[in-house]
């Protein structure tokens, strides 16, 4: 079975600051995708990100990247130039194509004025 | 509004009552995934739909739970016998998977609360 694991339960930096949220996982298949959501406080649940496992390429959207090692089964999340508006509980997921979500325990990132 | 809805946003109900949840996914969208939050947790998944099949559920969908889309629209979730351990955010999300596509991207509704007394 395929686990997901945030160690960093609560993370808190500057508005304007980057900051970078980490993530592992655990799987023995070759093809997968990996997710980052963000969930705002009461808030709906958000795509941040996704990363194809095939792909070399790390994953960007405007000020949101992904360091993704393959062989370390890493999946680290980058944001630059931080904003109120991240403040929000952000949460690393795999899934193997179109199949469910996997989903880790979450980090919940404040954006400080 | 066209992303995905659920009905009701929260309910407070006594230990051993029925719940019933509804959501109502994006136009359209043949995959619809029922997840459980806890709090301070990450979604759990509990079953998904493929139109109105009923492709896959979860160990943690025990046999008081039962979920259903009849018309490969929207679905329901019921819990019978509820206990307190079914507190949690119940979270829906609707996809459009292509035949033979490799990935589907799910968005998600806003939730429904549940908290038994």
Partial sequence: ?113 | DTGVSQDPRHKITKRGQNVTFRCDPISEHNRLYWYRQTLGQGPEFLTYFQNEAQLEKSRLLSDRFSAERPKGSFSTLEIQRTEQGDSAMYLCASSFLVRGGAYNEQFFGPGTRLTVL
């Fill in chain 1, 1 to 113: 079975a395929q686990t997901v694991t945030q160690s960093q339960p609560e993370m808190s930096v500057q508005e304007a600051e980057t900051v970078t949220l980490s993530c592992t996982y655990d799987t023995s298949e070759n093809n997968y995708y990996l997710f980052w959501y963000k969930q705002p406080p009461s808030r709906q649940m958000i795509l941040v990100i996704r990363q194809e496992a095939y792909k070399q390429q790390n994953a960007t959207e405007n000020r949101f990247s992904v360091n993704f090692q393959k062989a370390a089964k890493s999946f680290s999340l980058k944001i630059s130039d931080s904003q109120l508006g991240d403040t929000a509980m952000y949460f690393c997921a795999f899934s193997q194509g179109a199949q469910k979500l996997v989903f880790g325990q979450g980090t919940r990132l404040t954006i400080n004025p």
